[in-house]
């Protein structure tokens, strides 16, 4: 008899993820912070403000400019990165301002700014999903009032099956890759990309899959900001 | 239907739910239909005479409120008015006639740029422009001393019920002490001293949360205040 068994190159079941560790409040110069380590992913967050509106022409009377950027070290990647964005990080930086936006009540700071820095140190797939989570965790130490916590995780098509949180090598051979990013309340979604082929019963089964780690990364940011404060 | 859902003085994140039904809402909470909602990390509190839930924040910036008292930095002289950094999102402004009584000229021979000064928030509309007051004691201009920053949630903490917490810094260390809502402390004592104050207001700004905070504090000035004492002598002997 033949025993087929399905593992994944890390050996994960189809529905686990990596491991993932978060600390909230690292850095002392910003005004929010925290740190993820989600597999090899390792990625800061920080948030300054609410602040000045710089450039000025950017400022809304109404509600608060949110200005998110991503960068990765030269070092973060197998060939090293040639520093200062390119057209990938600037496409990351809008669509995690599009992803966060939904959670924070900008309509509490008109007249301002709020900047969300995310630098990756080490990257090994899935590094917006790592990114939109440890920049809500920043938010949230900076003070800045939201709606709710946003958590992202990503689903994909490895070898014909739905896994969860694809690693550098799943996302390099397999067929399709899904970050998604919900306000962990509602389950409203504000992020959601797809990079592959796949059909509609196949995308509806990534996106509930994805929903589920989703929450169980919600779980884990609560733990993160109460054991700030020793809870 | 009214109900609460957490309990007094527990720890909650943004989007925890506080509680069901028609309560008042104080600071640091949101109403989505019938559910309230947190929106800031903070402790949660339940007035039971107004029937009012709130959420005290633990982290962010300092926002302009009528009446308060701030210390600030001159950002900028202009020809009618000065701007000060409040240490806010936003500048205030400062205009002379709340500073000065009578007209002057050249506005930075009264307050120049990096002045440090202790003021009132005097008015403040719905975009968070605001005005500042410095025309009569204990306002004004703060020469000397040292300036410590601390988290603008944790002042009440420094301050203590009806003022018990910094009235017992000052008496145990016979210094002065100005506290801004904004988060900044100015102090001024003997060099000895002002490290220790520094010491303390960074201690209590770490452990705003803790209970028993003035015991622990006093316990503190107090080993302290007699080491220094005994370290003074050592040095006069010789």
């Not at chain 1, 949180?165 to 397999?174: A, I, Q, V």
């Not at chain 2, 104080?26 to 005479?49: H, K, P």
């Amino acid at each position: 008899m033949k025993v087929i068994t399905m593992t994944r190159c890390d050996g994960r079941k189809n529905d686990e993820l990596r491991t993932v560790k978060m600390e909230v409040g690292v850095l002392n110069r910003a005004d929010g912070s925290a740190y993820v380590e989600w597999g090899n992913n390792k990625v800061y967050a920080a948030v300054y403000g609410p602040k000045e509106v710089i450039p000025r022409f950017l400022a809304r009377n109404d509600k608060a400019y949110l200005r998110c950027k991503y960068s990765m070290a030269p070092f973060s990647v197998e060939d090293r990165k040639r520093p200062g964005p390119d057209r990938r990080s600037v496409e990351i930086g809008k669509v995690m301002a599009g992803a966060l936006a939904p959670a924070i009540i900008l309509e509490d700071y008109p007249n301002s700014m709020i900047e969300v820095l995310v630098d990756v140190m080490q990257a090994d797939a899935g590094t917006r999903c790592a990114g939109i989570t440890a920049a809500t965790l920043a938010l949230v130490d900076a003070g800045i009032p939201m709606r709710g916590l946003v958590s992202a995780c990503a689903s994909g098509k490895v070898d014909d099956q739905i896994v969860l949180d694809l690693c550098k090598e799943e996302d390099n051979s397999g067929q399709a890759d899904v970050p998604l990013a919900i306000l962990s309340r509602t389950e409203d979604i504000t992020l959601l990309q797809m990079d592959g082929i796949m059909t509609e019963e196949e995308v509806d089964e990534a996106l509930s899959l994805a929903i589920k780690g989703c929450k169980s990364i919600y779980q884990m940011q609560m733990d993160a900001l109460k054991s700030k404060y020793g809870d | 239907m009214m109900e609460i859902m957490v309990g007094e003085r527990e720890l909650v994140v943004p989007g925890t739910l506080l509680a069901k039904g028609k309560y008042s809402l104080g600071g640091g909470v949101t109403r989505e239909g019938e559910e309230i909602f947190s929106t800031m990390l903070g402790l949660f509190y339940f007035n039971e005479e107004r029937k009012q839930v709130r959420v005290v924040p633990l982290e962010g910036k300092y926002l302009p409120k009528e009446g308060d008292t701030v210390i600030g930095r001159i950002e900028k002289v202009l020809a009618g008015k000065w701007l000060v950094d409040i240490n806010s999102a936003y500048l205030a402004s400062l205009d002379p006639k709340s500073a000065l009584h009578d007209r002057i000229e050249d506005l930075s021979k009264v307050y120049d740029v990096g002045d440090l000064i202790f003021a009132k928030v005097d008015y403040v509309d719905e975009i968070y422009n605001s005005n500042l007051f410095t025309k009569s004691m204990p306002y004004g201009k703060l020469r000397g001393g040292a300036l410590v920053e601390i988290k603008p949630t944790r002042v009440p903490r420094l301050i203590g019920k009806k003022g018990s917490m910094i009235y017992m810094i000052k008496q145990l260390t016979r210094s002065k002490i100005l506290v801004g809502q904004n988060g900044l402390v100015w102090v001024k004592a003997t060099s000895g001293m002002e490290d220790l104050i520094k010491r303390t207001i960074e201690m209590i700004n770490n452990q705003a949360h803790s209970s028993g905070l003035t015991d622990k504090t006093k316990e503190y000035l107090e080993s302290q205040i007699k080491e220094i004492e005994v370290e003074g002598d050592h040095n006069d002997e010789m």
